[in-house]
């Protein structure tokens, strides 16, 4: 662990002294060590019904191993994407907090919860395995003092024992004008965002993302390091949004 690291899991603990687990979203006495009670956990948007190979919410009732018509049409280039929660009410909230209030007991429960999730067991046991935060543009990541997708990567890496590969992968290019664009603009607009600074050693690649929208940013680096040589990715992400958001 770099000492960057080394110093954000010396205040992860702190804060877990500090602060008890208290429900975030209403306030009573977590449940199992969470920050969230069995109620507010009861009612989480789980994102059961998904498409099995992109992860996009598709209606309760639809069967497994379900693949959905964009999948059908194209398939990515990322092997399987789990999505632990769909992107609404209140997750919206809670990542928001991560993301823009730099929340770090929102941190703890969010990257608990892609750690306690069914993902994990579903993603396998390859021993060669490493886990990939999607990284950040630099400007972006100076503004906004930390990239989140790490914060979850490193919970789930305590979990798992799967070490995380930092720098190994850099973002080149800004493409935070994402937001609005529909799919076929944000693939193109994403083309040639990442570049490898150093090949991975592993085969299998988890990339560990907050939120997947859809699916172009994890697809055009999944590009990347299949073009590098990695044979499996998966993609962990803690929230994927439905089709009309
Ligand atoms: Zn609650
Ligand atoms: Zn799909």
Redesign the pocket.
Known sequence: MDIKGLFKSVIHSGVKLLYPPR?L??G?SGHDGMD??G??YQLLPFNNAACATCALPLPPDTPENIVCGRCQKKTPYYDKAFSVLSYQYPVVWLIQQLKFNEKLVHARLLGELLAVSGCVEKTGSDEDICILPVPLFKKRLRQRGFNQSIELARALSKKTGWPMELNRVERIRDTSAQTGLDAKARRKNIRGAFEMLKPLLQKHVVIVDDVVTTGSTVNELSRVLKKAGVEKITVLSLARAPLNK
């Open positions: 429900c979203l209403c009573s969230l009670c109620h507010c």
